[in-house]
């Protein structure tokens, strides 16, 4: 395959933790599952704790999605109204996205929130209709790795707590995602055998991951 139609990857971690972050070994060993089968696909890495994009004002966020007039914009507003442009541009161009989820306080890391920010946009990646919202992003592939310090897991007593495997699935489908490929590790805080356990149904089900 050329360069130029080689699938492209586009790999996100978003742990606070640079060291021992599970969620980053799990996106990870995805990649390389993938890269595996298919040894010419472009990756591009976006680490969002890293690099973050801070919450989107209502300026900025009026200019990225609707073009608005940057004329009165200040230096920041510029760097972050760019940087936001190359965020959709990024998703926009890749046909695969891997995502490394640390689950913080019930739900996604802000940092991930604040990237959903720039993509969902109306007109590019999902638009209004007379009968509803219709996705615009159905062709791509997107596996969420998920590692969660509890059990929440369907019918344990904190399910009813899960707010970043059931947010994901939602936000996902908004723009045509509609089979988001989520792989979980969970309880890994709980004692050093639980998480053993998980880390290793968890690497199994990456192993087994479609090419
Ligand atoms: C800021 C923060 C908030 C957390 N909140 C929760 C929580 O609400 N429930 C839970 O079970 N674990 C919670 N944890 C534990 C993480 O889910 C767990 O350590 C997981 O491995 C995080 O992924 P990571 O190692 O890639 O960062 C939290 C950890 C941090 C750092």
Request: proline letters at 3%; aromatic letters at 6%.
């Amino acid at each position: 395959m050329s360069e130029k139609n080689a699938v492209k990857l586009l790999h996100i971690d978003t742990s606070i933790k640079a060291t021992g972050s599970l969620s980053r070994e799990m996106s990870a060993a995805a990649v390389e599952r993938l890269k595996r089968e298919a040894p010419d696909i472009a990756v591009h890495y976006r680490d969002l704790a890293a690099h973050p994009l801070g919450d989107i004002t209502g300026r900025v966020f009026a200019a990225h999605a609707k073009g608005a007039d940057v004329s009165d914009f200040d230096p920041a507003e510029r760097s972050d109204l760019a940087e936001s442009g190359r965020v959709l541009e990024e998703f926009m161009a890749s046909d695969v996205i891997v995502i490394g989820v640390g689950f913080y306080n019930f739900s996604v890391p802000s940092s991930l929130k604040a990237w959903l920010d720039r993509i969902l946009v109306a007109g590019k990646t999902f638009s209004y209709t007379a009968s509803g919202v219709v996705g615009l992003a159905g062709g791509k592939r997107v596996i969420v790795l998920l590692a969660r310090g509890g059990l929440y897991g369907e019918g344990s007593p904190n399910a009813r707590h899960e707010h970043a495997e059931t947010y994901l699935t939602s936000i996902f489908s908004v723009i045509g995602v509609e089979n988001l490929e989520v792989i979980v590790a969970d309880g890994v805080d709980i004692s050093p055998e639980l998480r053993a356990a998980a880390v290793e149904r968890a690497m199994g089900s990456i192993e087994a991951l479609a090419a």
